[in-house]
């Protein structure tokens, strides 16, 4: 098999509740950081891949406001 590495993009709308916003900030980034690879055995079988590494090379939680 050839191998490749892809840069993957995703966002996501968290809401969570927090003593304030720099909190929420913090915690979604540092609890939401790790992503695992979801792919099962018979996936990588049936497909014919295999992720080698999962590297985090941004994580920045940007924008927020508070619900009321």
């Known amino acids: 098999m050839k ?10 709308m968290v809401t ?3 003593e304030n916003e720099d909190q929420a900030l913090r915690y979604t ?4 950081g790790d992503c695992p690879d979801l792919s099962k055995h018979k996936d990588r079988m049936e497909q014919k891949f295999k992720i080698k590494e999962i590297e985090m ?10 619900i009321i």
């Open 57 to 66: 090379t941004f994580n920045d939680a940007f924008e927020s406001k508070e």
């Open 16 to 18: 969570i509740q927090a």
């Open 29 to 32: 980034e540092f609890y939401l």
């Open 3 to 12: 191998k490749y590495e892809v840069l993957l993009t995703r966002s996501y």
